[in-house]
């Protein structure tokens, strides 16, 4: 069955870095475009940024120019850099299997167990 694991969150200072790592079994990863969310706490799920198969990226407004999105076919991964974090950027983010299409990204049911970011001041 299709599987969706994340990883490479902690604890980080502000103005650090981290690389979050989404690795998909189970299924064609290539074909597939992958979007990562986040949940911030008490708040609603919200797009981070996506990636579609052929390797065009779209981001959130607070992800661009610090955030880079990337995917390795070969080894059915995608990664997500996260420079310059801030601690608003402290969540829970979640990787998900899907499809992006003129900069929209459509998600699927298939969903990562999340990975915990903490960004202290």
């Known amino acids: 069955q299709v599987q969706v694991v994340e990883s490479g969150g902690g604890l980080v200072q502000a103005g650090g870095s981290l690389r979050l790592v989404c690795t998909v079994s189970g299924t064609s990863f290539r074909v597939n475009g992958i979007g990562w969310y986040r949940q911030l706490p008490g708040k609603q799920r919200e797009l981070v940024a996506a990636i579609g198969s052929g390797g065009g990226t779209t981001y959130a407004d607070f992800a661009k120019g610090r955030f880079t999105l990337s995917r390795d076919n070969a080894k059915n991964m995608a990664y997500l850099q996260m420079n310059s974090l801030e601690p608003e950027d402290t969540a829970v983010y979640y990787c998900?299997?899907?499809?992006?299409?003129?900069?929209?990204?459509?998600?699927?049911?298939?969903w990562g167990q999340g990975t915990q970011v903490t960004v202290s001041s």
């Open positions: 998900n299997l899907g499809s992006l299409y003129a900069r929209t990204y459509y998600e699927s049911d298939y």
